[in-house]
């Protein structure tokens, strides 16, 4: 995933541009980066205004750049357009990030469980990595929409239903890991956050992360199984719900059969038997 949009940026990518691609936490991501980082070919940058990931080797050629899913290889659809414009593809296909979402909420990284404590309170209540992901996620949903630069957290949180103190001490941490930068308004008189430059985050892309995009189209011609995450066998639809079963035919009732009607006839008093 960082090599493939590595490819797309001049061998540079902020940490916050694969986050957009992936239903995970910002924390998260970093963890995963770090361990791919061997400070030659892949380097970590800290000293830019952003957390960045470098691939030299990138950087000095242009290689092409593939259009498939990284994750199952298959394709990844046609374009899609939000209010007559066409909007940039995601990464990977919607099945592969239902995936990912379904293996996240399910089996979180055991490795980022000691590492996501209330940061600020000094509480050691780790938080739940889902949570965390889901509003991290609308902080850059709603915060890209608006186009403003810098922005307060104010911003957010009026577009939000999500406690205001909540947005601002989750942007606060996110300034600390230099995913966003800290500053203040041109006015000076309010803390503001930036984002990375040319960051966009489409209403189809976030949507995804609610498991919305239930387009039903079926998962791509080719591919393989590992990691846990089907990839490219069957034709399961894209979603969380299951396919549904068929519906069991109604049990078959036969009317029964009518009888002969009771025939009652009245014989006079001379027809009756004597004894």
Known sequence: MLYRLALRHAGAVPIARVFLELPFSLEEIEDHADKVADGRSVVRNDFGEFLTYEFP???RQMPTVPDDCPVCFGEIGEGITVGGEEVRQPLICDTCYAGLRKQHKTEPDPSM???LAHFFTG???QEDLTAVAAIEHEIFFIGLRAQLDPFTHTTIAAQSR????QIKERLDRMAARRYVK??????????????????????????????KRATGRLRP???RIEDGIQRGITAEPVGDEPPSEPAK??????????????????KSKRDRPTS
């Open 123 to 125: 509480e050691e209540e």
């Open 221 to 223: 011609a080719t591919g």
């Open 113 to 115: 469980m000691g590492k």
């Open 249 to 266: 035919p109604l049990p078959k009732v036969t009317a029964r059969p009518k009888k002969a009607p009771l025939k009652i006839t009245i």
């Open 182 to 211: 800290l500053g203040l308004l041109p006015s000076g008189d309010a803390v503001a956050y930036t984002f990375p430059p040319e960051l966009d985050y489409p209403k189809h892309h976030y949507e995804r992360l609610e498991g």
């Open 162 to 165: 999500r406690p205001a103190e």
């Open 57 to 59: 080797e990138l950087s």
